[in-house]
């Protein structure tokens, strides 16, 4: 019987102390929790969440009269296009510059291949 009693109070124990509730710091990342497949089997994309870090340019298609385009983590933009949060404002020859609020950022084609 005192055993029953020990094992009511533990147990009351734990559930007072429960009610904290462990919240993830994400250190501006994806959090590794979120899964990346809906329960539909459909990719699910966090574009909100992107770093400048986390954008590729993987290629860029220019013509003599200006129309450009270039190919951001596998996507097709152009100029005034949306990327996450990113805004392209420029493609050239070699590189894509973007804007995020007043913030300018460059991302550069490598040369040479993977």
């Known amino acids: 019987m005192r055993s029953l009693a020990?094992?009511?109070?533990?147990l009351s124990a734990n559930l007072v102390y429960a009610k904290e509730t462990f919240v993830y710091d994400d250190h501006g990342k994806r959090d590794p929790l979120v899964p990346l497949v809906s329960s539909a089997g459909m990719v699910v994309t966090y574009d909100e969440d992107l770093a400048v870090n986390d954008l590729v340019l993987e290629g860029i298609a220019a013509d003599a009269?200006?129309?450009?385009?270039?190919?951001v983590n596998g996507k097709v933009v152009k100029v005034h296009d949306q990327v996450g949060p990113y805004l392209v404002d420029i493609i050239a020859v070699d590189?894509?510059?973007?804007?995020?609020g007043d913030q300018?950022?460059?991302?550069k084609l490598k040369k040479g291949g993977m």
Not at 95 to 100: A, F, S
């Open 65 to 71: 009269s200006g129309n450009n385009a270039a190919i």
């Open 104 to 107: 300018r950022f460059i991302l």
């Open 95 to 100: 590189h894509v510059e973007l804007l995020k």
């Open 6 to 10: 020990f094992v009511v109070i533990l």
